[in-house]
């Protein structure tokens, strides 16, 4: 005679039965919860005032009278301002000028703080000191350092350079600029290119100095390929940062002399904040926008040629 155990199944509790669903809910509630500051920061600060800036940029808008819808006069008054023409090209200058010396620059340094040398924190820390320093008070001290009669200039008439006042010629006033602007940033980029050399592997180079390569062809045929989204990233951001530039040049030169520093950024702030004239300095701002949004792009369409093994 056999005995069969009957088995009696265990009810499963309905709040059981509902967990998967709730805890579904519950995390995506959390999601939204720290994506929603984040997304109200966006909408309030960023994406509401871009789209208050093309509704200006289509007005004519002043302190002296009520705001008046202007169509797109606006747009075709820039398009006849010799002014805004002469202001992008110095734009564009200062742009090459900053990303080429910049990123030079710092490749250049990191490789020096790469090296294993008595000293190399002291150098590391000087390079990148001034990175932290106030951009008011490093305008200003150059602004010194650079007066008619101030060391530097007395400096270079010492050697022959007769007259010599860097900031108020206007053959030399960009360029001094640019160089102010990079020693003011070209820590920030050294530090991030020395954290992409320390991660290419020591054994590759090696390899490459057993095959017989030189030093250039190491640097060009595999630590550039190997930093290459570090570069690219580095590439961006500098070319992106020196379009934005604005209180430096505003303390050293003002725009002057003869407008030869006179970027979009000072003219749109000339334009809304000399002579009020706010629909006119809204069109500076949304070409700006659309020129940085273009070279974003640009940049982010051509990075399978800069980045070599981006899947």
């Not at 939204?32 to 789209?51: E, K, S």
């Not at 090696?206 to 690219?232: C, H, K």
Request: proline content about 6%.
């Amino acid at each position: 005679m056999s005995d069969t155990s009957a088995v009696t199944p265990v009810a499963v509790p309905r709040a059981s039965r509902r967990r998967p669903g709730s805890q579904r809910r519950r995390e995506a509630l959390a999601g939204w919860a720290f994506v929603l500051p984040c997304a109200l920061g966006m909408l309030v600060f960023i994406i509401l005032p871009l789209l208050a800036v093309g509704a200006v940029s289509l007005s004519h808008w002043s302190l002296l009278d009520t705001p008046s819808y202007a169509g797109l006069s606006n747009y075709r008054k820039l398009l006849h301002d010799p002014g805004f023409f002469s202001s992008l090209s110095v734009t564009l200058l200062f742009t090459a000028g900053i990303v080429l010396l910049n990123i030079s620059s710092a490749l250049g340094l990191a490789g020096l703080m790469n090296l294993r040398l008595a000293g190399i924190s002291a150098f590391r820390t000087a390079v990148f000191s001034p990175v932290v320093m106030p951009i008011v008070a490093w305008a200003l001290v150059w602004k010194f350092l650079l007066q008619p009669v101030g060391p530097i200039n007395s400096a270079l008439e010492q050697v022959g350079a007769t007259g010599a006042n860097l900031l108020q010629t206007p053959s030399t006033a960009l360029w001094t600029v640019v160089v102010i602007e990079v020693i003011k940033s070209v820590g920030l980029n050294a530090v991030i290119f020395l954290s992409a050399l320390q991660g290419v592997p020591p054994e590759l180079l090696e390899a490459s100095r057993l095959d017989g390569a030189n030093r250039w062809q190491i640097f060009t045929r595999m630590v550039l390929p190997l930093i290459s989204p570090t570069f690219f990233l580095v590439f961006i951001i500098t070319l992106i940062g020196a379009l934005k530039v604005f209180t430096p040049v505003w303390v050293l030169t003002g725009g002057g002399p003869s407008d030869a520093t006179t970027t979009l950024l000072l003219y749109l702030y000339k334009q809304g904040f000399g002579f009020f004239d706010f629909g006119y300095a809204s069109v500076i701002a949304v070409v700006l926008f659309v020129l940085i949004l273009l070279l974003t792009t640009l940049q982010w369409t051509l990075r399978r040629r800069l980045v070599f093994y981006e899947d």
